[in-house]
């Protein structure tokens, strides 16, 4: 059964670990915000993640733990709701 799984990983690189994940068919994704970043003397803002250790997936668990189980990413919790994204997942 599909559902959302809450994921981390443990060397604080969330944005490669959903660009791994989506790389095998799965919907990962990690929340983002934007912050000021001084590049030279020019302040940009950038698209960083909210937590750098914290990922979203979709998918089933041993399909899941079959891609993860050699990598830097463990699972912190399965969501409740099978079908429901997280809140904080883009919604098109």
């Known amino acids: 059964m599909y559902r959302w799984y809450i994921l981390r990983t443990t060397d604080g690189n969330a944005l490669s670990a959903c660009e791994h994940l ?38 089933t668990y041993d399909n899941i733990h079959n891609i993860i189980k050699n990598t830097t990413i463990q699972f912190v919790h399965q969501s409740e709701v099978s079908q429901q994204p997280p809140l904080t997942a883009h919604r098109s």
């Open 22 to 59: 989506s790389g095998t068919g799965l919907t990962a994704f990690t929340p983002t915000e934007y912050r000021p970043t001084m590049i030279g003397e020019e302040k940009v803002w950038q698209q960083m993640p909210s937590r750098p250790d914290l990922l979203f997936v979709y998918g």
